[in-house]
């Protein structure tokens, strides 16, 4: 029995280039007619930074502001990244002109919230980076292990683009 693919989560981890794993989720989307939704995670602060601004910023509604900036700068250097994307490739842009595509940010660990936000969202694929230049050592990177080992989902493993 074969369960068809509705919606795919393309994750990105905008460290470089994203061509391949944003090529690879829109050619997923278009040969199953799915919904595509790019996502990307905005690691946590680490404890003693966050305690560090806790000290320092005592405002509570000023720290929950700066917190919030972090993830608008993120949301718009994705939207950026996209429309970078549909510019190197506008053929793909009019393949995808009235198929969805929805731009996600959160924070958190990213395998964690990756692994929770498919799962909720009830994505059928996940789509992600090998992050490895090499596969002589390992073929991914720790992001995309734990997404391999958390998932109920396939996840494509795309490989990094050469310089």
């Not at 320092?56 to 990244?81: P, Y």
């Amino acid at each position: 029995m074969t369960k068809k693919i509705n919606r795919i989560l393309c994750s990105i981890g905008m460290r470089g280039n994203c061509d391949n794993v944003i090529e690879h989720g829109i050619n997923l989307a278009l040969a199953t007619d799915s919904s595509l939704n790019i996502l990307h995670v905005v690691k946590s602060l680490a404890e003693d930074v966050m305690n560090t601004l806790k000290v320092n910023i005592r405002d509570r509604d000023v720290l929950g502001s700066l917190m919030e900036q972090r993830i608008e700068q993120s949301r718009d250097k994705l939207a950026a990244e996209l429309e970078a994307f549909w510019v190197r490739f506008p053929k793909m842009r009019e393949a995808m002109k009235d198929r969805e595509i929805t731009l996600t940010v959160l924070e958190g660990d990213p395998a964690s919230v990756i692994t929770h936000f498919a799962n909720i969202g009830k994505f059928d694929l996940i789509v992600m980076a090998a992050n490895k230049r090499s596969y002589i050592a390992t073929y991914a990177g720790r992001v995309t292990k734990g997404v391999i080992k958390r998932a109920k989902v396939p996840v494509v493993v795309v490989p990094v683009a050469r310089p």
